[in-house]
């Protein structure tokens, strides 16, 4: 079992920027690739990027690439969110997971799951 606590969210003008949090307990992480995922009401979840723990090697979706990046600490077993130049449409839940597969960009496909943390962008 892994536990996932997501933090950081909040507030923030377009143009900002948030640092999101995602602490993990209860395994090593070196086995999974860990996700960021995002939900606006009456959206379905939206994959945002994923970062193999082993290699730190880590993809982004579209819409957020040049703009988000993902970064994990081993020892602290976290991982991060960097969201740069935010803009309203970015305004979401976002959720982390964790996966055994190692391009998952699918939710189905993502074995654990935070309670989410709110991202709302003013304009």
């Known amino acids: 079992q892994v536990q996932l606590v997501e933090s950081g969210g909040g507030l923030v003008q377009a143009g900002g920027s948030l640092r999101l949090s995602c602490a993990a307990s209860?395994?090593?992480?070196?086995?999974?690739?860990m996700g960021w995922f995002r939900q606006a009401p009456g959206k379905e979840r939206e994959f945002v990027g994923r970062?193999?723990?082993?290699?730190?090697?880590?993809f982004y979706a579209d819409s957020v690439k040049g703009r988000f990046t993902i970064s994990r600490d081993n020892a602290e077993n976290t991982m991060y969110l960097q969201m740069n130049s935010l803009k309203p449409e970015d305004t979401a839940v976002y959720y982390c997971?964790?996966?055994?597969?190692?391009?998952?960009?699918?939710?189905?496909?993502?074995?654990?799951w935070g309670q989410g943390t709110q991202v709302t962008v003013s304009s």
């Open positions: 997971a964790a996966s055994n597969n190692y391009y998952p960009d699918q939710p189905r496909q993502y074995v654990y």
């Open positions: 209860g395994r090593t992480l070196s086995g999974y690739t």
């Open positions: 970062i193999r723990w082993s290699t730190g090697n880590a």
